[in-house]
């Protein structure tokens, strides 16, 4: 092989190697950085839920005691609430969380309901809470036996902990955000879900 064929040889070589660092190196930066620098990015900041819940185990009634039927709840993503008969500063303060939470999705706002599940009729003080300024919440009651049956494995032994849940359009609730999740880092989760989602 003369000299000649052999620097051309060199040369493609080197021109194969530089084409494949010029699309390698962005790929390999972008991944670096993903897992090793931009830590708020990873994850959700709410914790999933495995296995799932189905919404039609919780037995919801409405305020008079009829069932409320899976084709009712399932239209649209929905953040869950479960209160006792009163809500007290924290209760209040997940509530206006939901509230604000929905009107901040904007354009994805009809996208999301917020819904308080009552483990017993509010009291009078709660009632003129909800009159005045959750007007928008959805209302639906189920027997505290049955929600801590179904929460078992999650959270039984404080089930009324000012957690959020998500429910998705297929009627599961799939996340819980802990009290103390910020509402920006909620809101930001929920951007998400919705943009990767295709249904609801």
Known sequence: ????????????????????????????GAYAYYLFVDDYSLGNHGDLIQPIIKIEELLLTDVNGGPISRDELIHGWKMLYIAGSDCNSTCQESIYYMRQINTALGKNASRFKHMIIHLDNMSAEFQGLIESEHTTALHSYASNEKISSVFSGLNSNNLLSNSIYIMDPLGN??????H???AKLILKDLNRLLKISRIG
């Open 1 to 28: 092989m003369t000299a000649q064929v052999e620097q051309k040889i060199e040369r493609s070589n080197n021109t194969l190697w530089l084409l494949i660092l010029t699309f390698a190196v962005p790929i390999i």
């Open 173 to 178: 609730i799939m996340m819980r955000f802990s």
């Open 180 to 182: 103390g999740t910020s």
